[in-house]
């Protein structure tokens, strides 16, 4: 259907025959198609594991593009269109690369009564990219503007990759948390 | 795996909690760090009591405690919890059952944050809610699902749930009462959605997370075809001290018809943000100005969403409102999922909307007609109206739009795109008409959005 | 049965009526654009909205049932202003031009209705022109999903899915492309869009139909109902049959699609007799006299015997019958067979023997009754692609299936276990899973007791065959065939049906025997859900042998003992004993002693085995009559004179399905040049032989009338009564429901049915130095046969050559690369295609489609005959391959 894209969105949807950039990677490696199998095997019907697998492409891949969505599909043998319409559905799933820190801010209402527009603002300044825009240059950080994460009493918040949230993040906050980034102290955005 | 821990910015706390007349059932501990294990909640918070006061019983008495406590489900609907659990079939001599409790911890609804701290500070008081639910609905597997984003609390309830294994109290024959129980932690990807019951089961099966068609409902068709009950964290976790005090006692809490103690999460512009725990039928304004310092900013406060984002918003006339479900259903909104969020007067109310209604087109599961294309054209006319692009008809326009929206999708996302939606544009419909003839905001306070021009 | 009032007139609805069922059952108009009786009530759309009194809000009246005491209101002023809304939301960004090009689409006539005028664009992007028969535009996508739904739960195919959420939701086909896809072609999506976002390219090119006639699917046995839409005496359009018990409102792409042949460019239109080696157009009166002369030139100077007639397959019932009684009657010959020979005469002979009946003992809707399904030797998504995708939707809802199959089918990659035997060795298969039924104890002693004698004997001489001996001889695995054997005899009731990879071997009829003995152990037989089904071939191969298109058997497919006196005293005449198969006509001729053929409906030369013997053979003959759509083969190089005839859209009758199910076929457009129907040609021809009387008839009605009094099973089914629906046979009486399952009590052989002892007989054709690889051939989705049909529809662009799959390993020793043109080559003779390698097939195996005339493959397959029946080997050929 022809939706006008709604103008203030940071996540970039796909055109209608636009094709996923490509990974190095092609398919899991043993270790990970055993794991995929071993979550399966816990649920009455494999199609469960739709949503693990796809967090462990993600893991895996860097992103849930095109290549991680047939390898899920192939791991589990389901529909490829399955995993295609399932990845694409949720948010979390990557389409795109992002950077080696990907920090994702709330933007929702609790967070913006709190100062999250000039957060964001901050963020892009200071990374220097747009939210949803896709890595900085040198592959270091991607921002991205995402809904409520449940830290509303202490925003406004963001996440660094998987990690605890920062909450009440000032300017000095996010230098501190930067600063962290670059020593290492966050958990890894991927494998 | 060692687990990770970060310390958090949240109150839990308030002058009084604690005391009889302000009971901590569900926050025992919280801000601490250390105290989500096993030995701690034992040893500090009566853990597992309620369990093994339980597991003494039949199943169809824990139902009737529960039952008796009047406890009303905390994710929003604030539906008898007792009763739900009594819909799901039981075995009969032609058939038995395989049955699921499932934990809705995706919490999402913004505004709202309790769900969350109790994972991080009492995990095994949900854990000890699980094994009294399922034990009284006989159901052998549970699943928690929770938030993707939740990623360190995962791993937290998975360290405790192995805790409890070790311990005897998850796994074959629960104290040799012959109950067998597993729990599943199942991590969501995104998708406020995901927080409707039939949405969050095809999510667990590994489908789009769209809401099903009922009937069949949960507790005759559930997930994996199975009957299934889905509970909040926070109803689930009340049952461990509802088995421990008795379901009579917990009923002396709070308001005849709205029992209990609920966990209000406090945020936006208000002095002390945070939980608080209290009884229900606490008015709104005690909350506002007596616990929690009222405004942050020292302008005054102009609107309070009262039940998460859903809820249609309050203006100064309803702020006496006592916080139970029927009274503030009864003051035009909804007690929901008891996030109450905090407007001052300097808050342009265009963008406020602007910005609920931007979310809920974004998380509309696209398959109604309604929702999918109502959200999405909502979003676009509170746009150009917030960008000095609007034109007179737009708020008859918007006005009529919702009547075919609300009450008329497959789900409630329909309706909490339009709770909002109305209370805003009837409560402060000044503000959009000055956006429209002035091409300006009539407030030049608080920027909501990133990238807005008009401001 | 539920009362309840809707808009205050009182209706009631019945058991599992939704509102919205109830309400249009009542004549009320609500609409919906994301409903579909096949599928699931989607609830999305939301225009069905209605007002229940005591709802606090609208229900969606096709997800909520129709209950006692309901009080309804489906068209307030309210609701319908809420539904222009609706409307109005989805117009939004429709394409403005669109309810122009197709007014009749179910969304645009909702937006005429309400009077919303649709404000999009069309998006160039969107569109999709790949495939030949289906246009995809997204732009008018309203994201009803019913292609999405339609695709996987009706198809199972998965090509539509739904990506994105909330206002960019969107329906796309994975692979970008439908041509890219997986798509099937089955055309459900564009049946059930109620836009113009999927729509058969027929319906842009050719207009709507004008007006819709309601028919049987001229291509497999399957026997689906469909709806021929014509405008201008032409088919612009078929669609299924929503409530046909057979299809279910399902087709797939031959039935669907393939009707381009009807008016194909290279259709015969007119009699041709062939004068000085060239064919020369005649007249009607010139070409039946040209035949007429040459049968009774032989008849005269070599007897009855020197001639034969061949019914087809493809024709009605009347026809069949018609066939044999011109060979019997006014040609006074014994020699008449039809192409079952060639595919499932082993089906009829060895069930007929085993219980009596040659036919199906159950029904296709069994499938969905059953507690598991064996599938052996067939492969139903593409060659009973509707009877495929009920077993797909049973496996994909965790139905225990089992396949036995050479190959890795589309069935055997989603079976429970899937049982990849060598070719040839079906019978040691089969002994082994009975052998495994009776040694773990599995077999159902209360049924062998009741119905089946020397049961004894039979269960001593499974010791031969332990399934360790078995797995060696077979290829597969002895745990394999144990868990087969333990899903079969447990998870009751078992579904068997039964292809042609168990009857195109030396040993067809005694595997069908062993089939019938499976179920016999397991107590599947006369039980819902259970039962051994062969899967027909072709539209009408059950009726046209049935109706005695059989050199040993009459109507009826009775034994010439039984019914040869009631045919005498029906026509009032003596008639022969039993004639030769038409492989025998073949090996007569060859040896001089046969004459003259008529060949309705078969292209004999193309399809029998070892074509190089068929050459010699026909090269024999003094004339040989064809009646056909098309120049066919056996026309080209032997036919002496051409009568053509109409497809089944020009004409009336009735086709017998592969559950035994009599359907009314109906004229949808007049018949095309001067082509005639096979009965107006059999008629003609039996009063020019002098039978007038006998070979005159009102119409099919007549013929069928007869048929009914010779044979019993039928006499209960009149045209009146099939304008209601098919029946199954038997069925007696004119008050008799029709038979979904035989042998409910006893066996037409008797109380009781009778095990045998049975032992293997090795091919002569497996593999050896001189020959090491093993040739087997089949069908493919899209085409049919000897494609005389599809090669003259765009099924030619879906599926345009032949290809030989070649295991890698095979490949790899043979220095073959994908697509690398490949000589095969056996005792028998030669022919070339391309490779396509595959680890579908086993190593040492060969696999190809014989669908091509200019690949010619059956001049390699080789003479091995079934000693029961004389159906060729055509399932095992030893060959050896080389790169051209």
């Not at chain 3, 699931?40 to 209605?50: G, I, K, Q």
């Amino acid at each position: 259907m022809n939706h006008p894209q709604p103008p203030e969105t940071s996540d970039k949807p796909l055109a209608t025959g636009e094709r996923l950039p490509k990974t190095e990677l092609k398919d899991f490696g043993p270790e990970a198609v055993k794991e995929i199998l071993a979550i399966a095997a816990k649920y009455p019907d494999k199609l469960a594991a739709t949503l693990p697998a796809l967090h462990i492409a993600q893991r895996d891949f860097g992103f849930v593009g095109l290549d991680a969505m047939k390898a899920v599909a192939k791991a589990l043998s389901i529909p490829e269109g399955h995993v295609f319409g399932v990845a694409s559905f949720y948010s979390m799933y990557q389409k795109h690369p992002v950077g080696r820190h990907h920090i994702q801010v709330c933007t929702n209402i609790s967070c913006a009564l709190r100062g999250a527009a000039k957060l964001l603002e901050k963020v892009s300044e200071r990374t220097g990219v747009e939210p949803g825009a896709g890595p900085s240059a040198d592959g270091e950080w991607s921002v991205e503007e995402v809904e409520c994460l449940a830290s509303c009493g202490s925003g406004p918040c963001l996440q660094v990759n998987h990690d605890i949230y920062d909450e009440d993040v000032d300017e000095a906050k996010l230098e501190s948390i930067l600063e962290g980034c670059k020593r290492g102290e966050y958990r890894a955005w991927a494998k | 795996m060692a687990i990770r821990t970060k310390p958090d910015h949240q109150r839990y706390t308030f002058e009084g909690f604690g005391s009889a007349k302000y009971p901590n059932l569900m926050l025992r501990g919280a801000g601490d760090l250390n105290n989500w294990p096993l030995a701690v909640y034992e040893s500090k918070h009566e853990g597992y009591a309620g369990m093994r006061k339980a597991l003494q019983m039949e199943p169809g008495a824990v139902i009737e405690d529960v039952k008796t406590s009047g406890i009303r489900g905390r994710g929003g609907a604030g539906f008898p919890a007792g009763l739900k659990w009594s819909f799901m079939p039981k075995d009969t001599a032609e058939r038995k059952f395989t049955r699921y409790l499932v934990i809705n911890a995706d919490e999402g609804e913004p505004g709202t944050f309790k769900d969350r701290a109790i994972l991080e500070y009492n995990p095994h008081q949900l854990i000890e809610g699980c094994i009294i639910a399922a034990y009284a609905m006989q159901a052998n597997t549970c699943y928690v699902y929770i938030r993707g984003e939740f990623l360190w609390l995962i791993e937290k309830l998975e360290a405790a749930i192995e805790e409890a294994k070790a311990k005897g109290y998850l796994g074959k024959d629960i104290l040799g009462s012959g109950f067998d129980l597993e729990i599943l932690v199942h991590r969501g990807a995104g998708a406020y959605i995901c927080g409707e019951e039939t949405a969050l089961l095809n999510s667990l099966e590994g489908r789009r997370g769209e809401p099903r068609v009922k009937p069949p409902f949960p507790a005759a068709k559930g997930v994996f075809g199975a009957p299934t009950t889905i509970n909040n964290v926070e109803t689930i976790a009340a049952v461990a001290p509802i088995l421990r005090m008795g379901g009579a006692e917990y009923a002396k809490l709070g308001t005849p018809k709205n029992t209990g103690t609920r966990v209000f999460c406090l945020s936006g512009h208000i002095k002390r943000p945070g939980l608080y725990e209290l009884p229900l039928g606490v008015p709104l304004d005690f909350i506002l100005n007596d616990l929690a310092g009222g405004s942050s900013t020292g302008k005054k406060i102009k609107a309070v969403i009262p039940g998460g984002a859903s809820a249609p918003v309050f203006s100064e006339k309803e702020f006496s409102t006592p916080m139970d479900f029927d009274a503030v259903r009864n003051a035009g909104s909804m007690a929901g999922s008891g996030g109450v969020i905090v407007l001052d007067e300097d808050t342009c109310m265009v963008q406020a909307c602007l910005r609920l209604i931007r979310f809920y087109a974004h998380e509309s599961c696209g398959q109604c007609t309604p929702c999918r294309e109502g959200c999405n054209w909502m979003e676009m006319i509170l746009h150009r109206i917030e960008h000095g692009q609007g034109r007179t008809e737009d708020l008859d326009l918007l006005a009529s739009m919702t009547p075919n929206i609300a009450g008329k999708t497959l789900c409630a996302l329909g309706d909490a795109a339009c709770g909002p939606m109305d209370s805003i544009l009837q409560k402060f419909r000044h503000e959009f008409v000055h956006h429209i003839e002035h091409k300006t905001c009539m407030v030049s306070g608080h920027r909501l959005l990133a990238h807005v021009g008009a401001h | 049965m539920a009362r309840l009032l809707i808009n205050d007139l009182p209706f009631h609805a019945t058991e599992g009526m939704s509102l919205l069922d109830a309400a249009r059952a009542a004549g009320l108009d609500v609409p919906s654009l994301c409903h579909d009786r096949r599928l699931d009530a989607a609830s999305a759309c939301r225009l069905c909205e209605v007002e229940v009194k005591g709802q606090e809000r609208p229900l969606c009246a096709c997800a909520t049932p129709a209950t006692e005491g309901m009080e309804v209101r489906t068209h307030t002023p309210e609701l319908e202003a809420y539904r222009r809304g609706v409307l109005e939301m989805l117009a939004r960004n429709y394409p403005a031009d669109a309810p122009a090009q197709i007014p009749e689409a179910p969304f645009h006539r909702l937006l005429a209705r309400y009077g919303v005028e649709p404000t999009g664009h069309r998006d160039p992007a969107k569109a999709d022109g790949t495939h030949p028969y289906m246009q995809v535009d997204l732009s008018q996508c309203i994201d009803c999903y019913r292609c999405v739904h339609i695709c996987a739960e009706v198809q199972g195919q998965f090509v539509w899915k739904v990506l994105e959420r909330g206002g960019r939701t969107r329906v796309e086909a994975t692979g970008g492309s439908l041509l890219q896809s997986e798509c099937v072609s089955c055309g459900a999506c564009a049946d059930t869009c109620p836009t113009g976002a999927i729509v058969d390219r027929s319906r842009l090119e050719l207009g709507p139909a004008a007006a819709w006639t309601r028919t049987v699917c001229p291509y497999c046995g399957t026997g689906c109902e469909m709806q021929v839409g014509v405008a201008g005496d032409r088919i612009v359009a078929v669609k299924p049959a929503l409530d046909s018990p057979v299809n279910h409102g399902h087709l797939c792409v031959k039935g669907r699609y393939g009707t381009g042949f009807v008016d194909a460019e290279d259709r015969v239109l007119h009699p041709m007799v062939r004068r000085d080696g060239e064919w020369v157009r005649v007249s009607w009166d010139e070409a039946l006299d040209a035949a007429v002369d040459l049968l009774r030139r032989v008849k005269a100077t070599h007897g009855p015997e020197a001639i034969g007639v061949l019914g087809s397959s493809r024709a009605t019932n009347e026809e069949g019958f018609l066939a044999q009684k011109l060979a019997r009657l006014a040609l006074g010959t014994g020699n008449v067979d039809c192409c079952a020979r060639v595919c499932h005469a082993p089906s009829a002979a060895g069930l007929g023997l085993a219980l009596g009946t040659g036919a199906a003992t159950n029904s296709f809707a069994d499938i969905e009754k059953a507690g598991s399904l064996l599938v052996f030797g067939a492969n139903p998504t593409e060659n009973h692609p509707i009877v495929g995708t009920r077993i797909k939707q049973r496996a994909l809802r965790g139905v225990p299936l089992v396949v036995v199959d050479p190959r890795r089918t589309e069935l055997a990659r989603m079976a429970t276990v899937h049982l990849a035997l060598k070719p040839g060795t079906n019978m040691p298969l089969l002994l082994a899973l009975a052998h495994v039924i009776v040694h773990e104890g599995l077999e159902d002693k209360a049924f062998i007791e009741a119905r089946t004698v020397d049961f004894e004997a039979f269960a001593q001489s499974l010791d031969a065959w332990p399934p360790e001996r078995a797995a060696e001889v077979c290829g597969v695995t002895a745990d394999d065939i144990r868990a087969a054997a333990r899903i079969y005899a447990t998870a009751k009731p078992s579904y068997m049906c039964h292809g042609l990879g168990v009857t195109e071997h030396i040993q067809g009829t005694e595997t069908v025997t062993g089939l019938a003995h499976l179920a016999m152990l397991t107590g599947n037989l006369g039980v819902e859900g259970g039962g051994v089904n062969p899967l027909r071939g072709q539209n009408n191969v059950q009726g046209t042998a049935q109706m005695g298109c059989e050199p040993k058997r009459m109507t009826g497919y009775q034994p010439m003992d039984k019914a040869l006196a009631a045919h005498e005293a029906r026509w009032g005449a003596k008639l022969p004993g039993p004639g030769l198969d038409v492989l025998q006509m073949v090996d007569a001729a060859r040896d001089g002693h046969f004459k003259a053929l008529v060949a309705i409906g078969y292209d004999v030369f193309l399809s029998n085995p070892d074509a190089a013997a068929s050459e010699a053979a026909l090269g024999n003959l003094e004339g040989l009559v064809v009646v056909d759509l098309f120049m066919n083969e056996t026309a080209r190089a032997f036919g002496t004179v051409f009568l053509p005839a109409c497809s089944s859209f020009e004409k009336e009758g009735t086709f017998m399905n592969g559950d035994r199910r009599v359907q009314r076929v109906r004229a949808a457009v007049k018949p095309r040049g001067e082509a005639r129907s096979d009965q107006d040609i059999l008629c003609a021809l039996g009063a020019r032989l002098g039978f007038a009387e006998a070979f005159t008839y009102a119409g099919p009605s007549e013929v069928w009338d007869e048929i009914r009094g010779l044979w019993s099973a039928v006499a209960g089914i009149s045209y009146a009564r099939l304008e209601e629906g098919g029946l199954q046979w038997p069925c007696p009486s004119e008050a008799h429901p029709g038979t979904a399952v035989l042998h409910t009590d006893a066996f037409p052989v008797g109380p009781r049915a009778a095990f045998r002892p049975q032992a293997w007989n090795p091919s002569s054709e497996f593999p050896d130095a001189r020959w090491p690889l093993q040739l087997n051939t089949g069908r493919s989705l899209f085409h049919f046969n000897a494609a005389t049909m599809t090669d003259r529809t765009d099924n030619a662009l879906l599926q345009p050559t032949d290809r030989l799959d070649v295991h890698p390993d095979d490949a790899l020793a043979h220095g073959l690369a994908d697509g690398d043109p490949v000589k095969v080559e056996s005792r028998h003779g030669t022919f070339t295609m391309k490779t396509h390698i595959t680890d579908q097939v086993r190593p040492g195996d060969l696999w190809c489609t014989f669908h091509s005339k200019g690949i010619f493959v059956n001049r390699a397959t080789g003479q091995g005959r079934d000693p029961v029946t004389h159906t060729p080997e055509y399932k095992v050929t030893a060959v050896t391959i080389s790169k051209v």
